[in-house]
């Protein structure tokens, strides 16, 4: 399952301001590794410092684009999951290694075997995104059949690690949503976070060139 971390990060009181802290990060992280790699014959090595880079990158991000979160409050929370998701594969803080063993072990689910790291950020940001919607009282987005895909795992690990941006466009999949492939990282341009009562909502380019 995609999402083992959902249930258990549920339980944090006011989650979506919890998660901009980086102690509710770490704690939730490991967490989830835990229970993604649990029997598997993987062990999961966090190099502290490139999680907190990522954090600190992530949150410089999600300050710049939060004046949408209102205008489209779903679309908003699953972007800035894919920030994260962006992160966290551009600073690689999770090595996984199978226990012992020469190779991946056969045992472990194909997804994880083609990319654990990848699929264990993926797993991270999507339980964390649906335990939001779930406590802003919204529709939890759900892993859609494409992640069942080997193929759609080897494309994600090709295209994300040539460009970390193309990872929040990635994501959008995973979430059954339509990427924006042009320009993923540009929040103004997705379709839901875009508009406002039918007029554009400028993003901070526009507001330089009009100015």
């Not at 999600?62 to 992160?87: C, P, Q, T």
């Not at 090595?95 to 997804?111: T, V």
């Not at 964390?128 to 069942?148: F, M, N, Q, T, Y």
């Amino acid at each position: 399952m995609l999402t083992p971390l959902k249930t258990e990060v549920l339980q944090v009181e006011d989650l979506s301001h919890e998660a901009r802290r980086f102690r509710t990060i770490v704690w939730s992280f490991q967490r989830n590794l835990e229970l993604l790699f649990k029997d598997t014959g993987l062990s999961a090595h966090v190099d502290p410092a490139a999680l907190a880079a990522a954090f600190s990158n992530w949150r410089l991000a999600f300050d710049k684009s939060k004046y949408l979160a209102d205008v489209n409050r779903h679309d908003f929370v699953i972007f800035a999951a894919g920030l994260m998701l962006r992160e966290l594969i551009a600073a690689k803080p999770l090595k996984a290694e199978a226990e012992g063993l020469p190779s991946l072990p056969a045992q472990i689910d194909h997804r994880l075997a083609r990319w654990p790291e990848g699929y264990a950020y993926t797993s991270f940001c999507l339980s964390v995104a649906a335990a939001i919607l779930k406590e802003l009282g919204d529709v939890e987005p759900e892993a859609s059949r494409i992640a069942d895909d080997p193929k759609f795992w080897d494309s994600f690990r090709e295209n994300a690690l040539e460009d970390p941006n193309t990872a929040i466009g990635f994501f959008d999949l995973v979430c059954g949503q339509e990427p924006n492939w042009m320009a993923p990282s540009v929040p103004w341009l997705r379709k839901a976070l875009g508009h406002k009562d039918g007029e554009r909502i400028a993003g901070k380019d526009d507001r330089e060139r009009i100015t």
